[in-house]
């Protein structure tokens, strides 16, 4: 996420982060940098140049130039600046009415569909509510069936009327069917359209105007950088909306999108899309993604997915089982579960503060621990519940069985080993687990 960006940030904030002699001429210079970086993201020239020019009155109004930590300052008022530039809070979504019509708006292949099956699924499960998905692309070949999958994954109705070509219609009948199922919130999907055309841009309008939704939201590939943001503001003017969801900020993302688009059409970026899969949603927070963008990770946001996915039961089971020395694999393996379920790991290593510039070039992808588990299932129960069994004939079969390397399998044995006696010692501080101690940092 944001990877060139965050790099060309970093070299060009370089030179004041020490405590050499820093001069209005290398400030100066260092801003210029700064806008170079941001003009490669994508960012609009006319907000890159404001933002500098801002970020230079601000710093030589407080005495950069004379304070002991410079650099560190430096940093700071741009961090301040761009998390400004973002929308400076998170904004929630106008969950009001009964149901709650939420209308998704965008270009094709903006990613409409699978992150209204995100949306259902994040309000399901964060938010107790009770979602209908309405398909009323009546034009893309097979979207009423990719959202009735998307449903069926999450566990979300999904109202079509597949010889209906009137979207207005539908949108009014999906709304209807969503009552009489007691269901409280209505995501509409859209046909994606362009803003030129002048047909399709009347369809939503007629059908934004007959549904009176609670939100109308604008999404957009972030991919897409400055384009998305001219294609924003087309929309607004036509809808109004109510924020933007930044889709594909896993891919190859520039950021001009996500850091210019509040400016131009001030209207909040309200979610974001980390990934493929259904629980790849995210809140958006300004202030988190400026740390992100400036290399300083974001470690609230791993702690807030550590604590969602904490099994305080499982816990106190492993807990115990440390404590009389029968920790094993099966219990290895249930903690590899619960961090899984946090997220696609590149991301999540990139919220560990300074990691995002170690781990740029490599590719960690969401398998990074199938061999781990190949080897664990290629185990007997008494070998996982008691590893001191496993010799060499034991490893020989287990490499065999996993498609592995004895070598894998001791590389295992030892890092299991280790992490054994780590958590053992720990039992002085209550031996807690790997998902306690995330769930357990404040906050």
Request: charged content about 25%.
């Given at each position: 996420?944001?990877?060139?960006?965050?790099?060309?940030?970093?070299?060009?904030?370089?030179?004041?982060?020490?405590?050499?002699?820093?001069?209005?001429?290398?400030?100066?210079?260092?801003?210029?940098?700064?806008?170079?970086?941001?003009?490669d993201a994508d960012v609009n020239y006319k907000i890159a140049k404001e933002f500098t020019n801002t970020v230079k009155e601000k710093a030589l109004g407080q005495n950069v130039l004379t304070t002991l930590q410079p650099g560190q300052l430096m940093v700071k008022i741009v961090k301040d600046e761009l998390t400004k530039l973002m929308g400076g809070d998170a904004e929630g979504i106008n969950l009001s009415g009964n149901p709650s019509v939420i209308l998704?708006?965008?270009?094709?292949?903006?990613?409409?569909?699978?992150?209204?099956?995100?949306?259902?699924?994040?309000?399901?499960?964060?938010?107790?509510?009770?979602?209908?998905?309405?398909?009323?692309?009546?034009?893309?070949?097979?979207?009423?069936?990719?959202?009735?999958?998307?449903?069926?994954?999450?566990?979300?109705?999904?109202?079509?009327?597949?010889?209906?070509?009137?979207?207005?219609?539908?949108?009014?009948?999906?709304?209807?069917?969503?009552?009489?199922?007691?269901?409280?919130?209505?995501?509409?999907?859209?046909?994606?359209?362009?803003?030129?055309?002048?047909?399709?841009?009347?369809?939503?309008?007629?059908?934004?105007?007959?549904?009176?939704?609670?939100?109308?939201?604008?999404?957009?590939?972030?991919?897409?950088?400055?384009?998305?943001?001219?294609?924003?503001?087309?929309?607004?003017?036509?809808?109004?909306?109510?924020?933007?969801?930044?889709?594909?900020?896993?891919?190859?993302?520039?950021?001009?999108?996500?850091?210019?688009?509040?400016?131009?059409?001030?209207?909040?970026?309200?979610?974001?899309?980390?990934?493929?899969?259904?629980?790849?949603?995210?809140?958006?927070?300004?202030?988190?993604?400026?740390?992100?963008?400036?290399?300083?990770?974001?470690?609230?946001?791993?702690?807030?997915?550590?604590?969602?996915?904490?099994?305080?039961?499982?816990?106190?089971?492993?807990?115990?089982?440390?404590?009389?020395?029968?920790?094993?694999?099966?219990?290895?393996?249930?903690?590899?579960?619960?961090?899984?379920?946090?997220?696609?790991?590149?991301?999540?290593?990139?919220?560990?503060?300074?990691?995002?510039?170690?781990?740029?070039?490599?590719?960690?992808?969401?398998?990074?621990?199938?061999?781990?588990?190949?080897?664990?299932?290629?185990?007997?129960?008494?070998?996982?519940?008691?590893?001191?069994?496993?010799?060499?004939?034991?490893?020989?079969?287990?490499?065999?069985?996993?498609?592995?390397?004895?070598?894998?399998?001791?590389k295992l044995m030892k890092q299991f080993n280790q992490m054994s006696k780590m958590m053992k010692m720990m039992q002085g501080s209550k031996g807690k687990t790997m998902m306690q101690m995330m769930k357990n940092m404040p906050?």
């Open positions: 996420m944001f990877n060139s960006l965050s790099e060309k940030l970093d070299k060009a904030l370089h030179v004041l982060k020490g405590h050499g002699s820093i001069t209005e001429i290398n400030v100066a210079e260092t801003l210029k940098e700064v806008r170079r970086a941001l003009l998704m708006s965008g270009l094709q292949g903006s990613g409409k569909t699978t992150f209204s099956g995100k949306l259902a699924q994040f309000l399901k499960t964060k938010k107790s509510k009770t979602p209908m998905l309405v398909a009323c692309d009546v034009y893309r070949p097979a979207a009423i069936d990719q959202l009735h999958i998307v449903g069926e994954q999450i566990g979300a109705e999904v109202y079509s009327d597949p010889g209906n070509n009137d979207p207005v219609a539908i949108a009014l009948a999906g709304i209807a069917e969503a009552k009489s199922k007691g269901c409280n919130v209505v995501i509409i999907d859209t046909a994606g359209r362009l803003a030129v055309d002048e047909e399709m841009m009347t369809e939503i309008a007629n059908i934004h105007k007959a549904i009176t939704p609670q939100e109308t939201l604008f999404v957009v590939d972030s991919m897409t950088g400055q384009d998305a943001v001219n294609t924003a503001k087309a929309f607004n003017d036509i809808l109004n909306f109510d924020g933007v969801i930044l889709t594909k900020l896993d891919g190859d993302t520039r950021g001009g999108a996500a850091i210019s688009i509040k400016s131009v059409v001030n209207k909040p970026i309200k979610f974001i899309g980390t990934g493929e899969k259904m629980e790849a949603i995210d809140i958006f927070y300004p202030a988190r993604m400026a740390d992100r963008i400036l290399g300083m990770g974001d470690v609230v946001s791993l702690v807030e997915r550590a604590q969602e996915q904490f099994d305080e039961q499982e816990a106190r089971k492993i807990q115990k089982k440390i404590a009389k020395n029968q920790f094993g694999f099966d219990d290895f393996l249930s903690q590899i579960q619960q961090i899984k379920k946090m997220g696609n790991m590149k991301d999540l290593v990139g919220m560990i503060p300074g990691m995002g510039k170690i781990t740029k070039d490599i590719d960690i992808d969401d398998d990074a621990f199938k061999h781990i588990e190949a080897i664990i299932h290629s185990m007997t129960p008494k070998e996982r519940s008691n590893p001191s069994l496993i010799n060499a004939s034991r490893k020989k079969r287990i490499g065999a069985g996993s498609g592995t390397s004895i070598q894998e399998v001791n906050r």
